[in-house]
DNA sequence: GATGAATGAGTTTTCATTCAT
DNA sequence: TATGAATGAAAACTCATTCAT
């Protein structure tokens, strides 16, 4: 399929990646141009159709990458063995951070998958996406402790306002960092702040004794 | 700006507003394509552009009518001077459902907005939507009663978590809605639910009084 | 389905005709330049691809027209109440001629037929063609008079043999005719010189009496 | 010229002849890619413009070759002593047939020469191809024993005729046998039915007494 | 000598915008 | 005012040819 991407260097086939990552996370499917890739990646325009046999192909191995890139950084970030839901959204943020520093575009190109058009892309990329997104929320969210959480709520819908709340806090600041310079000491506010919220968890959902 | 458009009757005004936000709303910016505007509204091609100089002032018209409907909408529905966090959010819910009524295309016309390249739209439609966000955020949730939180917890982080949980709500079911049928049992048992929730952060994070 | 292309004046549509002829007569289908049939015309780019859908559908259109001049010209000029077939043959010489000299490319453009890929046009033209062409044929030598034929021949064989020779006849002058100027004097000449190989036929094929 | 070409060992010369004739006379000159003729000929992209400068050079060669090997081949198989223009048709046709035999392609490769445009090709192939046919045909209908014909025709005319009659036949019959699977039987039948054209030209063309 | 990855000019097609009527 | 035919720049993709190894 992408044997002859696959033969290049390394240095190589990441400069591709990124570039197209970029290209593809700035605009969607259609408008993102490959010459927009080939200047960014510093190839000629016969080389990227050399890699790959045309705009679909490409689109279809970054997404690929992308998921397998995710999936597998999931399961190197994430402790499944800690089942309190508190620690483990604390793990999911710092997992969401480390992505955002080593593929600054990758988030955003994850976030526009809702808004592509099936048709132009040729694979039915909705539902692989949605496949895909229940298949990690099974993992991450399944084997949750749920004996700390107070006996007089429903603890489904504790869960879910918990997770809610994590991802509407980090989605804020996630794309903060798209546009500002990321220093440790920012990153270290962002997860003091998000501590807080944690706690406000532990005292609004768990029993007290925790 | 728009004279020519606004000399126009309101009847073709509006189907001019309607096939755009149609267009625009299953498109983005560049995809969307000016000779289904005018199929759609049944003018001639000449006509858009004597009535809006080019694509990107039609764009920004409907951009700037959508707000103006939203804004006004807001104040309509929801009631300022019920000062109960979890009474607005039922409001607001209740708010995203008419709008969904009435401008099935609105509310992905909306969504479709964080996700358009400002250098092809040519303003800053990105920061202008922002500044909108957080104007409307805060006339709903400045005046918040907020004496009704326990005295133990971050009230800014409460309020915070609370409106996050019941965005993750109805995202994921306003979302659902485009492609289901939505009849009054749905919508009935979507509010059910949602108050199973609301009740949850009464118990957790209100006085045990209320 | 041409609509936009018929509802043009007719000395447009011939000069979008005959361009077409021209490049599709000198380079087969893929090779045919849609930038040479513009210069050609002498209309915008654009206006083509409006007037035609694509390239495909100019060529289907430019191959119905051919298929529709050439028939409706047959039943124009050759007699079919004539049963002579030295006589028939004589009109179509005449037929041709006056072919060459209305569409001087529109020969070559049939001749290019039989080496056209149909993978690349999109429709099965060679058995169009060929089907087209068995058509034509039965009309023109289906009712011949056999009676003036002698008989000690197989009057079948006779038939295909003169058919041949007349078709040589006229390729071999035909294809000169592409590259010299036609005078009145040139034509009249050939005729003379078919006339002699009717003759020839006449003596050889047929009954002493005739 | 070829130098570097004649350089190689005949079986890698005779695959690089090979695969061009097959490429060359499935497409037209600009169509045929230089791609398959060395996967065909299983030799390196670099090899062939190694041998050959560009792929105007190898076309040229190309048709050198074969004009060397039709017209070594017609002196091999056709008796130029035997002046009976009948009996050389024949051996036409079984030189055809040989040929046929010999390289499948060859045939279709000469008979898309006239629909070649020399622009491209670089060199006047047409004017070329016409001059090796006007040769050949000297060579082959030049001595013919006229006086086995009838005294009250014109002879030339009468040879003309049962040349292009010949020509006809053998045309429908080479075209079909590319489709066809081409077994003794179907040859035996052929010649046959050719014989059946001579022994009409026979009757017809000549005197009575032969 | 031989390889095959890399190049870039050239091709078809789209679509916002203009302008004669 | 309103029309819709006409424009042409831009985009994806191809392929003969080159050149470092």
Redesign the interface.
């Known amino acids: 399929m992408y044997t002859k991407f696959l033969q290049l260097n390394v240095e190589k086939q990441n400069r591709i990646i990124n570039a197209s990552l970029k290209v593809f996370s700035?605009?969607?499917y259609?408008?993102a141009s490959t010459d927009d890739i080939v200047k960014e990646a510093d190839i000629s325009k016969g080389a990227l159709f050399y890699y790959f046999k045309n705009k679909k192909i490409l689109y279809e191995f970054i997404f690929d990458y992308v998921v397998k890139y995710l999936t597998n950084e999931v399961l190197n970030t994430v402790d499944l063995n800690e089942l309190d839901l508190l620690i483990r959204l604390k793990q999911i943020l710092l997992y969401k951070l480390s992505i955002l520093n080593k593929y600054p575009d990758m988030i955003q190109f994850v976030?526009?998958i809702n808004?592509e058009?099936s048709d132009e892309i040729g694979f039915d990329i909705l539902s692989k996406s949605k496949e895909i997104n229940e298949k990690v929320y099974g993992i991450l969210f399944n084997n949750i402790d749920t004996s700390k959480f107070?006996d007089?709520?429903?603890i489904e819908?504790?869960i879910?306002?918990i997770?809610?709340?994590s991802?509407?806090?980090s989605n804020i600041h996630l794309k903060e960092m798209k546009y500002k310079k990321i220093d440790n000491s920012y990153i270290i506010s962002l997860i003091d702040q998000f501590n807080?919220?944690l706690d406000?968890?532990k005292?609004?959902?768990y029993k007290g004794e925790n």
Chains 1, 2, 3, 4 share one sequence.
């Open positions: 700035e605009s969607n259609k408008d976030l526009r808004h058009n107070r007089d709520i429903n819908l504790a879910n306002s997770i809610w709340s991802e509407g806090y807080r919220y406000l968890f005292t609004c959902f």
